[in-house]
């Protein structure tokens, strides 16, 4: 029997490191999202720091692992059997809701999931011991601490709104004074906003790291026989005072003598503080559940006492984490966080969430988001009204791009000024050490992401061409941490349920599903990132000339159409053998043809806008393909979801005589499209041009004599369902062919109006 717990033991250990990989893949957006967004520092220098940030932080968070051992129950009320089995059904839990949420990009909070489960597999097993007694439910308070947890809940709700309120308010005051020309405000100005930001997060790095430490607690002759802490304490007003008058010379001397940008500076120091935050605050989450499981198990071995019969009050005694625990830890955290590719999914929301400039985005808006907007608006115009027009036009001179004449969308663009980084990391310190020093474990996510959510709707991020789409992104990033909440609770308890009946055999069935479920997350995540780092584009609009317009489109427009005879190939396949995946496949691929061309429509300012040599012809000619384009989709689009729904509705196979029709047209079609992306080339002569043309007489004639073939038909067939599919597939294909030829005259007639270079 003791070989089962230390199996257990050993499993947790295995899942520890699983729930650092993971979890920092989740949480390395909270001290890298500042820094990579702004670009005020290379990415290898980003990493380095946050890289020593985590190493630090990982030797100074031993204070906090009593969290996971003590928080959230009372261990004395739970026998060792109880408590082993808790941890491991928290630990499976964490790491499949961890990745999950990695998969899908989504930054959610590792303290709210950890506290969750905790407080899910202790009610449970509390229940499981009430019930098995005396029944009475009212004795659930003796196992819960449910005080703390209390505590530990309305401190990680109330983050989220007091960090985005800090955020907003701070930004907007800072942006109103120094307006985006903040780089050339005078020098005096910039030392005191270095001096404040960095005696912030210079406080910060003392709260999270010397006063974690174990050194913290020693008496030093230097300090009249004080403690570190008790110094600190005692001293706080004198010590944040000097810090300030420090830091704010230290700006200076740097802005004045070495002519450095004192923003980059806070950037870098202030990236290396959260890192050092979320090791410290975090490692709780990832290694508390182990090392409390470790501590235990030693524990009931040295007793003798039955597994189900030794009390776990030792855990109430404060136990320092072994210092090797702290550095292996430290090493996974570090080296999840340079080679984890779903780290850099997460990061990403998040800077989409707050990009200054227009980008592709990713949320649907929803109705909630759209009165959000809506009401804040009217709510803005309002108090608008109420401040003289003098004080408007001042402010909103302050908040306008000084750049914002040729205006070009570059994915290269950072996502937002040096300001705003600063800001975010500023603020966010502040409110992480206060907590840190009041002893809550609050979500570092929570506190940074809504930080970065305020800062960019102060700093007018959220513009009218995207604010609906930003709403519903941050509400959906909310709506995933509720359901982060609700599922490690009930999640947890289940587990907690299954292992405690079924022993070691529930458990090993449970983490072979879960490896399974992790696995597929694995080849899904790998999937979409081959196809984010090799898009294909069907229309270039990069080139600054006529001419080289031209050329591109020739290139592209060949390659539309060939995806397009391959899409249709595809239909007919799937209606001929009546094959729900080959369509499903179809349908598939058309989409993601779909949304390239509708990127591209909405990137037509940006063409035209950064376009050096300024020809309305070329405008026009870009204009007119991507309408023509358009139009193909769309019937192309059609044709799948018609055919597609068809299938899936069982309703009746086409009729042998359709589909002989329908492979005739298809190999009809396959020389069209053949000579389509011929005709794409800058030296098509006029003969090969008349050639199209008499090709497309022919091509309309044989639809349309398919058209008269079905006509007679119908007569005679009793399937409705059949015969309107069948005249869809016809006229839209005719559709198809109309398009086609359409886009090889538009290029044909465009061609004459320019000589290209040889």
């Not at 999931?113 to 005396?134: P, R």
């Not at 955290?333 to 998040?350: E, G, H, I, N, R």
């Not at 080139?543 to 317009?549: A, P």
């Amino acid at each position: 029997m003791e070989n089962i717990y230390l199996y257990i033991v050993i499993l947790l250990t295995l899942l520890a490191i699983g729930d650092l990989i993971v979890g920092v893949s989740n949480d390395a957006v909270n001290f890298l999202n500042s820094a990579i967004g702004s670009k005020a520092i290379s990415f290898r220098n980003i990493m380095i720091l946050a890289s020593l940030g985590i190493a630090l932080g990982a030797l100074f968070s031993s204070g906090m692992m009593e969290v996971a051992r003590k928080g959230i129950f009372n261990p004395g009320s739970f026998y060792f059997e109880d408590i082993i089995f808790i941890f491991m059904a928290v630990m499976m839990t964490d790491i499949l809701l961890l990745d999950f949420f990695n998969t899908l990009g989504m930054p959610t909070s590792t303290t709210v999931s950890i506290v969750f489960e905790l407080l899910g597999a202790a009610v449970v097993m509390a229940m499981i011991k009430i019930f098995a007694n005396s029944g009475n439910l009212t004795e659930l308070s003796t196992y819960i601490n449910t005080d703390k947890a209390t505590q530990i809940i309305l401190g990680i709700l109330l983050s989220v709104f007091i960090a985005f309120t800090i955020g907003a308010l701070v930004q907007w005051i800072s942006r109103a004074l120094l307006s985006y020309d903040f780089l050339s405000k005078s020098k005096w100005i910039s030392a005191i906003f270095g001096g404040l930001s960095l005696a912030a997060i210079s406080n910060f790095i003392l709260i999270k790291g010397i006063k974690g430490t174990p050194y913290s607690g020693i008496q030093y002759d230097l300090l009249n026989g004080q403690t570190i802490n008790g110094f600190l304490d005692s001293n706080s007003l004198v010590v944040n005072v000097v810090s300030l008058i420090f830091w704010y010379l230290f700006s200076y001397v740097l802005i004045r003598i070495f002519k450095t940008d004192i923003y980059k500076v806070i950037i870098g120091v202030g990236t290396f503080a959260l890192a050092l935050a979320f090791a410290g605050n975090d490692l709780v989450n990832f290694i508390g559940v182990p090392v409390a499981a470790y501590q235990s198990y030693d524990a009931w071995l040295s007793s003798g006492i039955a597994a189900d019969e030794f009390s776990m009050e030792v855990l109430s005694n404060k136990v320092s984490t072994p210092t090797i625990f702290l550095f292996a830890s430290g090493l996974i955290m570090v080296l999840t966080l340079w080679f984890s590719s779903k780290a850099k999914k997460v990061v990403k929301t998040s800077l989409d969430l707050s990009d200054q400039n227009d980008i592709k985005e990713r949320f649907k808006p929803n109705l909630l988001s759209r009165s959000l907007v809506r009401f804040f608006i009217w709510l803005n115009q309002y108090f608008s009204n109420l401040v003289p027009i003098s004080v408007n036009e001042k402010i909103n001179n302050s908040f306008s791009l000084s750049n914002n004449e040729g205006v070009v969308k570059d994915p290269n663009a950072p996502s937002f000024d040096t300001l705003r980084a600063s800001i975010n990391l500023t603020v966010a310190a502040i409110l992480i050490s206060i907590a840190t020093s009041l002893k809550l474990p609050l979500s570092t996510t929570y506190v940074t992401f809504m930080v970065t959510m305020g800062t960019s709707l102060a700093d007018r991020a959220w513009g009218s061409d995207s604010a609906v789409y930003r709403v519903a992104g941050v509400i959906n990033v909310i709506g995933g941490w509720f359901f982060t909440a609700l599922s490690a609770f009930v999640v947890c308890g289940i587990i907690v349920y299954l292992i405690h009946f079924g022993g070691f055999t529930s458990i090993l069935i449970i983490l072979s599903i879960i490896l399974l479920l992790i696995g597929r997350n694995f080849i899904s995540h790998r999937r979409d990132s081959q196809k984010q780092e090799a898009p294909a584009k069907v229309l270039i609009s990069e080139s600054e000339s006529f001419e080289g317009v031209i050329k591109e489109s020739a290139r592209n427009i060949a390659n539309v159409i060939g995806k397009t005879y391959q899409i249709y190939s595809t239909i007919i396949r799937g209606l001929s053998h009546y094959d729900l995946k080959t369509l499903s496949i179809a349908k598939k691929d058309v989409n993601q043809l779909y949304n390239e061309v509708n990127d591209l429509r909405n990137g037509v300012f940006y063409f035209l806008k950064g376009s050096k040599e300024t020809s309305v012809s070329s405008g026009r000619f870009y204009i007119s393909l991507l309408g023509v384009i358009y139009d193909l989709v769309e019937d192309l689009s059609y044709l799948s979801n018609v055919s597609y729904k068809h299938v899936n509705n069982n309703h009746s196979r086409l009729k042998k005589t359709q589909i002989q029709d329908l492979n005739e047209i298809y190999e009809s079609l396959s020389s069209v499209f053949k000579e389509g992306i011929e005709a794409f080339s800058l030296e098509f002569s006029e003969k090969e041009f008349q050639d199209v043309l008499v090709q497309k007489s022919e091509n309309f004639d044989l639809l349309n004599s398919k058209i008269d073939a079905q006509i007679l038909r119908t007569q005679t067939e009793k399937s409705p369902k059949t015969t309107a599919l069948y005249f869809n597939i016809l006229i839209r294909t005719k559709d198809l062919i109309l398009h086609k030829y359409s886009l090889v005259e538009e290029f044909f007639h465009i061609t004459k109006e320019v000589k290209p270079k040889k």
